[in-house]
């Protein structure tokens, strides 16, 4: 189901009540939810009232579901690893608890819109996404001026998660008909690496680490503390269980 799109249902914001999708006049199978909070763009402030916003709409969502009379069997959500605060070395499956600090409080706030529509019998998989790696796009555009430069952040987290946007796409086509994949999924590749390393890779080369001020000149649009500063190793235990085998395997 896509909102917003010509001719198709409309997404319609209402003052004095939850947002309504209107033009939808036929039952629904699946829905997937593609309102996660942002993880790069504005910092500080204005990052984390977008990040709200997201969860508004998914708690919007979640009723429009609830009040059909003929719901989805599933609903497929991106949330994100930030779901869970800075972890440092510890190795963090699915069913570990999230939160921690305001940022994943706020994530965990999204997770829990989605879920609740579990009590209506619906299939609900929250994938907490690594960061995306794709050419020209993302984290990978974000960081393309700082990379050129051959500098990186002193300090970086001890694991980042990532994952790679074509199997990011596969996970969710799966996610939508596998029944196995119920709750919380971690969609990170299983070859996660140290913050100096994921960046190396991407870079092709070494880099020099350089202050966290002048990174974030450079680099205006990613969270430097909150996104990459911290640690956070996700297990895919879900796919993993599932033969989950990564078309990206590596971050170059």
């Known amino acids: 189901m896509h909102l917003d799109g010509e001719g198709g249902p409309r997404w319609s914001p209402s003052p004095d009540g939850p947002p309504q999708i209107e033009g939808l006049d036929r039952p629904v199978a699946a829905v997937v939810n593609l309102w996660a909070p942002p993880v790069l763009g504005a910092t500080g402030p204005q990052l984390r009232a977008r990040r709200q916003a997201a969860v508004t709409r998914t708690q919007a969502l979640a009723a429009w579901i609830g009040a059909r009379s003929q719901r989805p069997a599933v609903l497929v959500q991106l949330g994100s690893a930030l779901s869970f605060a800075d972890r440092g070395a510890r190795s963090l499956d699915e069913d570990d608890a999230i ?27 929250q994938l907490r996404v690594g960061l995306v790696l794709a050419p020209g796009l993302g984290l990978t555009a974000a960081l393309a001026p700082l990379l050129r430069l051959g500098l990186r952040p002193r300090r970086l987290g001890a694991w980042i998660p990532w994952i790679g946007l074509e199997d990011l796409c596969d996970v969710v086509r799966a996610a939508v008909s596998a029944p196995q994949l119920d709750g919380p999924v971690h969609l990170v ?11 190396e890779a991407l870079a092709g080369r070494r880099l020099l680490p350089a ?13 430097l503390d909150g996104v990459l500063g911290q640690s956070r190793r996700l297990r895919p235990s879900a796919l993993l269980a599932l033969g989950f085998q990564p078309r990206r395997p590596w971050p170059a």
Do not use: K, N, T, Y
């Open 99 to 125: 939160g921690g600090d305001p940022d994943a409080d706020i994530f965990g706030a999204h997770e829990r819109a989605a879920a609740s529509v579990a009590a209506a019998g619906l299939r609900v998989v």
């Open 189 to 199: 590749s299983p070859g996660q690496l140290s913050g100096p390393a994921l960046l």
């Open 211 to 223: 202050p966290r001020r002048l990174c974030q000149r450079i680099a205006p649009h990613i969270d």
